[in-house]
């Protein structure tokens, strides 16, 4: 009755922002991602029916801030009639910064349970399953290139390219370290009931998922970065737009774009991308990666860069 299973985050180039169904946690748009190989949870699941309620450790402490999502998930995974469960969580990047912890953390928490209670969801239920508790938790279940569609009551999650197929470097400037002042979900609802330009950010979205698969199965490196800073730089319009305004910046996340418009103005082929949180992740061929590093370690008020190639999406792994 316990399993443990390894998950990455994933950095989405066509975003998901906003949803359809808030209780089945059904995004607006569908969204295009890339899973991280060197960022990852390991999450232990151990069913325990001596335990008078689930317990969840985080990096070593006692957390009670998640328990409840991850309780929600744990019954829709196993059933609600299951025995309480010890839940143990080591991230080796920083949490709730934008840095996808939740998507690494339910994609592994669902491969975890599922193996604890002995059962073989496919790839896809578990998707599914891991979308409820976090929409981009979904696509984390899969390696490479990832497109996360909807399709009726639910979504499809598939990979469109192998890790090895299109080998990019991902370089993420930490910028601020600490949880983000407002939660995805709060606002993304924020966008949908207040932002003047969340009607136009959803109906563009297919052109821009089209294009980026068009990009990413020609290796077009150049269509690619256009497509997905038009589309990061749009949501943030989205975010930007909403009452209260949801800014996630801070003026280090603005150097960090600078130097990578620097470094494109040199001839380097690097692109950005930013989620819901600081942090600036810069997307590049493997023979740039070095100058992109060293571009962002020198950029002022930059704390931390953090590299990583492209992983395989989450797996169960031995426990110790
Ligand atoms: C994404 N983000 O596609 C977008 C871009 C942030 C910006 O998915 O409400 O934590 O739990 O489904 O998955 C972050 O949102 O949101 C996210 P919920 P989630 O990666």
Not at 152 to 170: Q, T
Not at 199 to 217: F, H, K, N, P, Y
Not at 242 to 259: D, E, K, V
């Amino acid at each position: 009755m316990r399993a443990t299973a390894k998950a990455q985050p994933n950095i989405a180039l066509i975003k998901y922002w906003g949803k359809r169904d808030t209780r089945r946690n059904l995004p607006a748009v569908g969204s295009i991602s890339i899973t991280l190989a060197d960022l990852y949870t390991t999450m232990s699941v151990a069913f325990d029916k001596s335990l008078g309620a689930d317990v969840l450790v985080v990096n070593g402490a006692d957390d009670s801030s998640m328990l409840p999502r991850v309780s929600r998930c744990l019954d829709n995974v196993v059933g609600a009639d299951r025995a309480h469960a010890r839940i143990e969580s080591e991230s080796n990047f920083p949490i709730a910064a934008g840095l996808a912890s939740s998507a690494s953390a339910f994609a592994a928490l669902v491969v975890a349970a599922d193996a604890a209670v002995g059962r073989e969801n496919t790839s896809a239920q578990l998707a599914s399953l891991a979308g409820q508790a976090s929409g981009s938790a979904a696509r984390s279940l899969y390696g490479g290139f990832v497109e996360l569609k909807n399709a009726g009551g639910d979504i499809i999650v598939s990979e469109l390219r192998g890790r090895d197929d299109w080998p990019l470097r991902v370089v993420v400037a930490v910028t601020a370290t600490g949880p983000k002042p407002v939660g995805s979900t709060e606002a993304m609802e924020a966008s949908r009931n207040s932002s003047p330009f969340y009607d136009r950010w959803i109906e563009q979205q297919d052109a821009d998922l089209d294009e980026a698969r068009v990009a990413i199965s020609g290796k077009d490196f150049a269509r690619l970065a256009s497509v997905a800073e038009h589309n990061c730089l749009k949501m943030h319009s989205v975010m930007w737009g909403s009452r209260p305004p949801m800014i996630y910046w801070n003026s280090t996340t603005l150097a960090c774009m600078q130097t990578i418009r620097e470094l494109q103005s040199a001839g380097v082929a690097v692109f950005f991308t930013i989620d819901a949180g600081p942090q600036v992740k810069a997307i590049c061929k493997p023979e740039d990666e070095a100058a992109v590093q060293q571009a962002l370690a020198a950029t002022s008020g930059v704390e931390q860069v953090l590299v990583s190639g492209l992983g395989q999406g989450a797996v169960q792994i031995n426990d110790d």
